[in-house]
Nanobody, 117 residues
Framework: QVQLVESGGGLVQPGGSLRLSCAASGSISSINAMAWYRQAPGKQRELVAIISSGGSTNYADSVQGRFTISRANAKNTVNLQMNSLKPEDTAVYYC???????????WGQGTQVTVSS
């Protein structure tokens, strides 16, 4: 009964910024990783950024230096700060939680990000 809810998507001009948030609830082990994926129409879903339970992070080359993933003070909550947005960042962004102890993945419903002038 794990649920993930994303928020913060919307329309933004090129060069602008958005902050996405994902809140997970339910029976979740403390050893978990949370990640952001994105999928543009007609394209494969791709990993954007991931953060471990210990706070280590990894980013796709295409967003390195522009996006920052972080855990919020709230339990099982993760943010994605997106700066210097480009039209090619336009996609539906999905939050995923990987429960390491239970070897289970959980996905949110996604939030639309559109970068256009």
């Amino acid at each position: 009964q794990v649920q993930l809810v994303e928020s913060g998507g919307g329309l933004v001009q090129p060069g602008g910024s958005l902050r996405l948030s994902c809140a997970a609830s339910g029976s979740i082990s403390s050893i978990n990783a949370m990640a952001w994926y994105r999928q543009a129409p007609g394209k494969q879903r791709e990993l954007v950024a991931i953060i471990s339970s210990g706070g280590s992070t990894n980013y796709a080359d295409s967003v390195q230096g522009r996006f920052t993933i972080s855990r919020a003070n709230a339990k099982n909550t993760v943010n994605l700060q997106m700066n210097s947005l480009k039209p090619e960042d336009t996609a539906v962004y999905y939050c995923k939680l990987r429960d390491i102890m239970r070897n289970a993945d959980y996905w949110g419903q996604g939030t639309q990000v559109t970068v256009s002038s």
